[in-house]
T-cell receptor
Framework: DVKVTQSSRYLVKRTGEKVFLECVQD?????MFWYRQDPGLGLRLIYF???????EKGDIPEGYSVSREKKERFSLILESASTNQTSMYLC????????????????FGPGTRLTVL | DQQVKQNSPSLSVQEGRISILNCDYT??????FLWYKKYPAEGPTFLIS?????DKNEDGRFTVFLNKSAKHLSLHIVPSQPGDSAVYFC????????????FGPGTRLSVLP
């Protein structure tokens, strides 16, 4: 059974804290993504990575950074959490080569509901 | 400006009837389209997809129709069941455009018993 797991389902942090969200996939996928989901806005892409140590900015990268040291693990970092980063964070992975996903679907993790007070 | 639009934020359907969820896109380079279903507090799960060389793809109760000239696709669920109540996201991508998947804002479907 293929899986994308995320380190926490629910997280509460204070403004200014550094926050780490971890994502691990066991499908040997090259491409991994971080999204945030907000009501009425759908899924917005924060960052993605198509290889170890490679990263690309998505549509809303401000205030975030990422790390991909191993193929199966993709971490999202909030350097200094702010209240407008309260959201549902979703990690996804997809089979591909050099960033090209072809006709493959993404697999999502269960999400992390982050609240920043 | 949203490249993938789902103009109905919500939809209610009686159990056993057909549910039709609509999606419009603006970028003619998109050549692969997907539907995802999302329950509260869970990640989206893949439902069905269609490539631009087809105009219909069917999988059990789920059928996706693609009208390229109108840049429109729709998901039909027949018959609808209470377990289908969820948020449905339409997504599009193209290898030419980039490796990203572009998602619509979602439609919340409620199937009433």
């Amino acid at each position: 059974d293929v899986k994308v797991t995320q380190s926490s389902r629910y997280l509460v942090k204070r403004t200014g804290e550094k926050v780490f969200l971890e994502c691990v996939q066991d499908m040997d996928h090259e491409n991994m993504f971080w999204y945030r989901q907000d009501p009425g806005l759908g899924l917005r892409l924060i960052y993605f990575s198509y290889d170890v140590k490679m990263k690309e900015k998505g549509d809303i990268p401000e205030g975030y950074s990422v790390s991909r040291e191993k193929k199966e693990r993709f971490s999202l970092i909030l350097e200094s959490a702010s209240t407008n980063q309260t959201s549902m964070y979703l990690c996804a992975s997809v089979r591909g080569y050099k960033g090209v996903a072809g006709y493959n679907e993404q697999f999502f993790g269960p999400g992390t509901r982050l609240t920043v007070l | 400006d949203q490249q993938v639009k789902q103009n109905s934020p919500s939809l209610s359907v009686q159990e056993g009837r057909i549910s039709i969820l609509n999606c419009d896109y603006t970028n003619s380079m998109f050549d692969y389209f997907l539907w995802y279903k999302k329950y509260p507090a869970e990640g989206p799960t893949f439902l069905i997809s269609i490539s631009s060389i087809k105009d219909k793809n069917e999988d059990g109760r789920f059928t996706v129709f693609l009208n390229k000239s109108a840049k429109h696709l729709s998901l039909h669920i027949v018959p609808s069941q209470p377990g289908d109540s969820a948020v449905y996201f339409c997504a599009a991508r193209s290898d030419n455009y980039g490796q990203n998947f572009v998602f619509g804002p979602g439609t919340r479907l409620s199937v009433l018993p």
